[in-house]
């Protein structure tokens, strides 16, 4: 069985064949994860890059003029997409300080030791829980901010959130 060109796979799904669209990610999502690992430096982050970056490119399968460079039009839309990310990460990065969060009893413009050591605690956990944990408990965002914010959807803010709550 002789494999069918992106041009032919492309034509297929514009004329109605979705599931043509799978051979598509299948031929392509190794390639759209390296690139946005390498970009955002984190494969969780990537996988969020990956689900918008095909529901993209299905959506707007219609602007691609020629057919057969399908590889390098979906590469764009990755790497466009974790640069969004990643520029809204560095902002939150930006905004998350864990040096200027008041606590309750602060003194002499330090953190009492219960709030230390929970900041501590915060600052061992993996990036994404950390930027949901101190966003929303600490700076008091909502889990839609959160997401708009970091890139996420609200339903992994949240159970990032939820993770944290036991």
């Given at each position: 069985m002789s494999q069918q060109s992106d041009h032919e796979l492309v034509r297929a799904v514009a004329a109605g064949d979705k599931a043509t669209f799978a051979e598509l990610v299948?031929?392509?999502?190794?390639?759209?994860?390296?690139?946005?690992?390498?970009?955002?430096?984190?494969?969780?982050?990537?996988?969020?890059?990956?689900?918008?970056?095909?529901?993209?490119?299905?959506?707007?399968?219609?602007?691609?003029?020629?057919?057969?460079?399908?590889?390098?039009?979906?590469?764009?839309?990755?790497?466009?997409?974790a640069l969004h990310i990643r520029?809204?990460?560095?902002?939150?990065?930006?905004?998350?300080?864990?040096?200027?969060?008041?606590?309750?009893?602060?003194?002499?413009?330090r953190l009492d030791e219960d709030s230390r050591d929970l900041l501590d605690a915060v600052q061992r956990l993996p990036d994404r829980e950390q930027v949901a944990i101190v966003l929303h408990y600490f700076k008091a965002q909502k889990a839609e901010t959160i997401a708009r914010m970091t890139g996420c959807t609200t339903s992994t803010v949240t159970k990032n959130l939820s993770t944290y709550l036991r």
């Amino acid at each position: 069985m002789s494999q069918q060109s992106d041009h032919e796979l492309v034509r297929a799904v514009a004329a109605g064949d979705k599931a043509t669209f799978a051979e598509l990610v299948r031929r392509y999502e190794p390639v759209a994860r390296a690139a946005a690992v390498a970009i955002l430096r984190d494969t969780h982050l990537a996988q969020d890059v990956l689900q918008e970056t095909f529901l993209r490119a299905y959506m707007n399968l219609g602007q691609l003029t020629d057919r057969s460079r399908f590889g390098p039009w979906v590469l764009k839309i990755a790497r466009r997409q974790a640069l969004h990310i990643r520029g809204r990460r560095q902002h939150v990065d930006s905004v998350l300080d864990l040096n200027d969060i008041p606590a309750e009893e602060e003194r002499n413009g330090r953190l009492d030791e219960d709030s230390r050591d929970l900041l501590d605690a915060v600052q061992r956990l993996p990036d994404r829980e950390q930027v949901a944990i101190v966003l929303h408990y600490f700076k008091a965002q909502k889990a839609e901010t959160i997401a708009r914010m970091t890139g996420c959807t609200t339903s992994t803010v949240t159970k990032n959130l939820s993770t944290y709550l036991r």
